[in-house]
């Protein structure tokens, strides 16, 4: 129950379609209504034939505000509320006290009552919380018939152990009403957690990223090259496959595994990423140059191994200039993506930043102080302050997976602000 302290608001206009069955327990039925009905959930209440033995219609009308259901076919009530009506009007739909009969009879899928029928007709979440006899609770019949509800991913509330009605002790008394009330509330945290988490904001987007640094051969056995980890660009990629946008990461050589669902371009050299971008460019919506290119390479690369000599104490390599990747893929005129560099700088990082988005003609930059210890190259923390022409956004220190969220997201919306105008 670990969210019920986060989530006091969460029964706020829920709707519960509260049903009780035959049991002694029934009798805290009402106050379970009156607890859901505190925390501002709307409730209305089935019986099933034997829960109305032990606990009158009336009282639960009078608590929950609403009619009571009873039978299927009762021709005024249907009117009022069909039974399909009341099945979609449920978020959820709590049987407690649920009894070894209401139990077997949801696990078989009948439906000769209208709570069963209820049930089998809503497609929303169904918690049971049982109430019965310890030894009724501890037959194999009831244990099956339970563990196939699990199975269905069927919330199955306690039971608790202790005294029974009956004069015996053991497992099968209905937990207290606020504990039912916990576990309802935990049901709602964890599905509205995992409605976020399988929300696809980006899907129909797509994003070329690059990542982690490249390598530029002296010989065949030396390169010049940076250290890159290829931890954020690789983050990115995985945050906007998350999102559910489509990606193509290109990587330098790191030591990474590649995000779930992500395509990848191995490259290793500066020629080759540029090379591989200009080739992706057009056919993505938004480019994120996240790789620490390096700016130069060997003019003439040793074919063989260069050995050392005993005449001169210094030697010599000749560097010519790598492409600028980003650059080039800002200055597509047909297709150009929606283009985001990264510049990590140690002095006047706001002052080069912008430089760079001028000069690269970007649509942002994020600017990475890595004169900071601990964030950035190689750490697994960043910060970023994020330019725009017109507008800048701050990206407080937090883990590069996080980052990543709230980047991708930002990034986003820019794209989408900007093909909006
Ligand atoms: O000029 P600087 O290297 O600081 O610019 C950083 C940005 O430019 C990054 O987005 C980096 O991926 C990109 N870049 C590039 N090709 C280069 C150098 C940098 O795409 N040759």
Redesign the pocket.
Known sequence: MANTMHNKSILLGKRILLGISGGIAAYKAADLVRRLKDRGAEVRVILTPAASEFITPLTLQALSGNPVGQSLLDPAAEAAMGHIELARWADLILVAPASADVIARITHGMANDLLTTCILACAAPLAVAPAMNQQMYKNIATQNNLATLISREIHILGPAAGEQACGDVGPGRMLEPLQIVDAVIDIFANTAQASAENAKPLAGSSFVI?AGPTREAIDPVRFISNHSSGKMGFALAQAAADLGATVTLISGPVQLTTPQGVRRIDVVT?EEMHQAALNEAQNHHIFI?????A?YRVAEVSTQKIKKTDDTDDMQLRLVK??????SVAALTQNRPFTV????ETEQVEHYARL?LAK?NLNLICANDVSVPNQGFNADQNALTVYSATQVFQLPLQSKTALSNALISLIYEQFQHEKSH
């Open positions: 690059t500066a140059g996240c790789a620490a290119v700016d790598n492409p600028d990747i980003i650059a560099g990264f510049a990590a760079k690269k």
